[in-house]
């Protein structure tokens, strides 16, 4: 009986291919290869689009930054031309009285 039931298990697996092993390997490498390319190329897009995003950003707060001052500067003036003019009217009124 012993022989019979090694017999059996050659014959089990001696019914698989014999390169079966090799090709399933040769299928199995490039794919994960193309996985990890994949995964490699999403890592390294989304990496350079949170750097532009940093960039333009940074641009924008920059011009935000540059539009205050010179509103702010705009305002200034504007109320010292206005404290001038006040004053100018103030002593015409003296000279006139």
Same mark, same amino acid.
């Given at each position: 009986?012993? +022989?019979?039931? /090694?017999s059996? +298990? +050659?014959?089990?697996e001696?019914s698989?291919?014999? +390169? ?5 390997? #040769? %299928?199995?490498?490039?794919?994960c290869? %193309? ?18 995003a ?15 001052? %010179?509103?702010? #500067?705009e ?5 010292l031309? /206005?404290?001038?003019q /006040?004053?100018?009217? %103030? ?7």
């Amino acid at each position: 009986m012993v +022989g019979v039931t /090694s017999s059996l +298990g +050659g014959a089990a697996e001696k019914s698989k291919p014999a +390169g079966w092993d090799r090709t399933h390997l #040769g %299928v199995v490498v490039p794919l994960c290869v %193309v996985v990890a390319v994949a995964i490699l190329c999403i890592i390294v897009a989304a990496l350079t689009s949170a750097q532009r995003a940093d960039d333009v950003a940074l641009e924008w707060e920059r011009q935000l930054l540059s539009r205050a001052v %010179v509103n702010h #500067g705009e305002w200034s003036l504007l109320r010292l031309k /206005s404290a001038v003019q /006040s004053n100018a009217f %103030v002593r015409a009124e003296d000279i006139n009285n």
